[in-house]
């Protein structure tokens, strides 16, 4: 260890010195860069959609160059759609054998690979390249046995900005390929050359012509503007914040870390004494610019003038895009470095006296990637890792990885899910459902005045007892309530010829409300869910002719058909009841020594717009999913024994009620049938789990009672934590 094996890992945490390094060479990666023009010359490249736009920039040495070819990205498109052809039309087998062909080829080619990314500064390893192809052969040899109901999306791009890794590219591209999709890159400049050779490589691994398309460019307009093809079914995203959030307002249709280390005070000193050591003569970090340079010079002015004292390795120079690695020791949690993420080699270091105090802080942060935990008391660290409000956990260790691992984004970090057999789910879809080509072109939408118009609302005289009319009330913290406002809206049959009932005109105050009275229910075990939704199960079964003679004037439909609703609700709230403590994470089959825990948690509280088809049957489905998951629910459409504000149900304008949930912080997730435009635009800020459906045109979809029909809606629920626990 460090260079010398009569050392104890003791005296090495003392003196704090680096392991031995072994000195690089780039002349391979350059010899590969300069060629690339005579590559792409070649027939044998005609399987690769290689586009450039501007010019991949070459860091290291300031050489710039260029990959041109003509057709522009609508030619890379249609060669996807027919590479999807070729590509899904292969069995797993033959799919499973092309990417475990690329790991041999991998091989030949890693010396090549580590030098393109020392280049462009974005280090990875090709062996955790070659762990994931061996990962994901292996699951494209499965899918149709261990996935079935499920099948590929058809295109998928991936775009990546310049912050992103290629481990981090990859890990979406080979899941994607593994599930028998063709695959768009959009790389970031970090990336780009190595992408590049990598898809060359993929070429002599026999990958038909078109599955693979690499497409380099400047910005996130690019991206945008493939993502606005008819021809893509999916864009997953992996970077910076702000580049996802202009990528979904331009598509309108995220990994982020904010770094920060917490102290306990009880080992302050220490712990600052060996940080001071182990910076000892680090290099300055180059920046992107200088302006990126005024911005460090201004957080760490900001954070000395609030009491920050300063941890650096030198002292930084007098001007230049560089600065040297900086702890700013002292920091105060609502400092703007703590809060959002501090640009540079800027670490804010903070106290805590007990690990409660050290969570909260911890959870007060709009991002959500990873945590590293440092405890000799397991007990507690497991504890910790429980309550932080983050995707990946390592206990005494840190960025250890592995494609077997689930990670979900929380928070400002994204919504998607990467690795283990959930982030397959991201790649697939329902056997039965419909295939989303060719998608419908966006529609225009000034998001400003989207939902703001006043409903027509009435005041209803209820003085009248003898009224047929029936006066509904709005039912939030567990109790049956009137709208804020006062107002109700009618409620015609389904031939509008007759006025069944006045509903309450809910709005902003109302969905605040629910809010904070879902944010007091106690986390209930999968115990207590599953006995709330077997209560709601005999309810509604002991209303079942009021249910089904609401269904037939409200709806239309025959008594027949509203008898078989009402059979199929109280089936499936039994069915949601059984899943509560049946679905659930557990140990995972890691390649090195250890163990990692995969746990499912609730995404909070969810926000849910139904769609109009199947009301009572779309709305137990739903609500029975976001129950059984361990959410709270907030409904815009009465009860059992569920616990007060875990569920609550509010009427009204569609459109001005989706606009307040979409803006309330506290809802995590939204899940919403229709045109879903304004959501997309608006879900980046806070970031939200968005599902959505834009028709509900078949009438028996929701009487599927397949289990690959009632996971996808239990995945949509949650979202994944892994826990890293090292033996050695």
Known sequence: MAGSTNKTVHEIFQSMEYGPTTSSSTATAQAWLDNIPTLLACSSMESLSFQQTDRLAHWCSSVYYSVCRGGGYLQCASSSVNGFKSWSGLNCQQ???????????????????????????????????????????????????????????????????????????????????????????????????????????????????????????SDMSLAAQVAQNPSISYVTYSGNKQDGVNLCKATAGLGFLSQFLQVSESVLNNVVSRLKLRMTGMKSIPLADEGKRALVDAVVQESHQQGATLIQSSEPAPSGAQYPPTVLCGTAPSSPCVVSSAPGPLLPLMTF??????????????????????????????????SLCVGCVWVNSHSFSDPCMPVSGHK??????????????????????????????????????????????IIPDDSDSTSAIKFYQQFVGGKSCKSVSGGSVAVQSADGTKLLAYCPDGGRKDVRNAVEAATKVDEKKSVARSQSLYSLAKSLESKKKDFVSSLNMQTGVSAESADSEVELSIARLNDWAAFCDKMHGGTLPVPHSGSALSVPDPLGVIGIILPDKSPLLSTVTLLGAAIATGNAVIMVLQSSDLPPGLVSIITGSKDLLTVALAN?????????????????????????????????????????????????????????????????
Not at 97 to 105: C, D, F, M, Q
Not at 447 to 453: E, P, S, T
Not at 709 to 723: C, Y
Request: negative net charge; proline residues 5%; aromatic residues 8%.
């Open 95 to 217: 799919r499973a054998k092309v990417l475990l062909r690329l790991v041999g080829i991998l091989g030949q080619h890693a010396s090549c690979v580590s030098e393109l990314c020392e280049l462009c500064e974005a280090p990875c390893s090709p062996s955790s390249v070659a762990r994931l192809l061996q990962y994901y052969s292996s699951w494209a040899q499965l899918r149709d046995t261990l996935l079935s109901g499920w099948t590929s999306l058809g295109v998928v791009e991936v775009v990546s900005s310049s912050e992103c890794s290629l481990y981090s590219l990859m890990s979406k591209v080979l899941p994607a390929l593994a599930m028998g999709n063709s695959v768009i890159i959009v790389p970031g400049h970090s990336t780009s050359p190595a992408a590049l050779l990598l898809a060359q490589l993929f070429v002599g691994a026999g990958l038909p012509a078109g599955a693979l398309n690499v497409l380099t460019g």
């Open 353 to 386: 006296r007990a690990n409660t105090e050290a969570v909260t802080v911890g959870n007060h942060s709009p991002h959500g990637m990873a945590a590293s935990i440092w405890t000799e008391d397991l007990t507690l660290a497991l504890e910790t890792a429980k």
């Open 412 to 457: 400002d970090s994204g919504t998607c899910t990467d690795g283990g057999q959930e982030g397959l789910y991201h790649f697939l879809r329902l056997s039965s459902s419909k295939l989303p080509l060719p998608r419908a072109s966006p529609v225009s939408l000034n998001y400003a005045k989207f939902g703001v118009a006043a409903p027509t609302t």
């Open 664 to 728: 309330h912080s506290v809802i995590k997730g939204i899940w919403y049938w229709g045109t879903a435009e304004y959501l997309q635009d608006t879900c980046t800020n806070p970031m939200k789990t968005l599902v959505s459906v834009k028709n509900d045109d078949e009438d028996n979809e929701w009487a599927r009672c397949d289990l690959p029909f009632l996971e996808q809606k239990w995945r949509s629920a949650v979202q994944w934590k892994t826990v890293w626990l090292p033996t050695a």
